[in-house]
């Protein structure tokens, strides 16, 4: 039995306020029940979708406050998505922070949501989400990734157990989190962790309902549209059973997959 717990945090995002947001996670730390194991952040929760802010806020040092957290409460971060910049471009990127208050892995956003502009801003990520944390096989996307199943499962073929969620999806298209999530949990077998945002920026209202579900694909724990603290314990030999129970890997036919 390899049980952990998690607990995401569903907060609101001042729009390209940094020290505003970096109060408000140091606060939502303080309310955590003393047994999380793994914390998790929305996307891009230092600044919101303030796009047009990238080159100012990719200066800030906003990692630095999230691995004294991660030390002072003794868990592991995955620390939603910060801007980042290399070679003249920015990503909306990962980072992957242990209890030690050590970055072990990032992510960068591979789909770019144009309803929302990134391809104007953000340029794409092309590498796997894949890492081991706390000796679980893991894997984290960052929000538009979840509607390309095709990207979802050439991850899980890495024998991941446990795939996070990152994201700052719109009040609007709520019934199509809850049914990619679910679906991406059934289908791959995977608990899934999904953190939303809450609240406004001038564009969009943010649906909340972050989400822990099981490899069955039943929902755990699910929160409501308001600014809180998601918690739920994992069993993570649940994965296992229901593989062995309906073997989906097994069964697979890629002979026959045409998805190019
Ligand atoms: O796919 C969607 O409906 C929402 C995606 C999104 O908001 C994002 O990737 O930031």
Redesign the pocket.
């Given at each position: 039995m390899i049980k952990r717990r998690i607990a995401c945090l569903q907060i609101d995002i001042q729009f390209g306020d940094v020290t505003a947001n970096l109060q408000e996670v140091a606060k939502q730390f303080n309310h955590l029940d003393a047994d999380v194991d793994t914390v998790v952040l929305p996307?891009f929760w230092p600044m919101g979708y303030s796009l047009d802010r990238l080159a100012e806020v990719v200066e800030y040092d906003m990692l630095t406050p999230i691995k004294t957290l991660a030390k002072q409460y003794n868990v592991d971060i995955i620390a939603g998505s910060v801007p980042t910049k290399r070679d003249g471009k920015f990503y909306n990127s990962l980072p992957v922070i242990t209890r030690e208050g050590e970055v072990v892995f990032w992510y960068d956003k591979v789909h770019l949501?144009r309803l929302?502009d990134e391809e104007n801003f953000l340029a794409e990520g092309k590498e796997c989400g894949v890492f081991t944390l706390s000796g679980v096989t893991s894997a984290a996307v960052?929000?538009?990734d979840i509607?390309f199943p095709e990207w979802i499962k050439t991850q899980m073929l890495e024998d991941v157990d446990l795939l996070y969620v990152v994201?700052?999806?719109?009040k609007q298209?709520l019934d199509?989190w809850r049914a990619l999530l679910i679906a991406r949990a059934i289908e791959n077998q995977v608990y899934v962790v999904a953190c939303n945002r809450v609240g406004s920026d001038p564009n969009n209202t943010f649906a909340g309902h972050s989400m822990v579900i099981d490899p069955w694909g039943q929902v755990i724990s699910e929160a409501d549209d308001q600014t809180g603290i998601l918690t739920a314990t994992i069993d993570l030999a649940e994965v296992k059973q229901i593989r062995r129970q309906i073997p989906v890997y097994e069964d697979r036919r890629p002979d026959l997959y045409r998805l190019k």
């Open positions: 996307e949501f929302m960052i929000c538009y509607r994201a700052e999806w719109p298209r199509h």
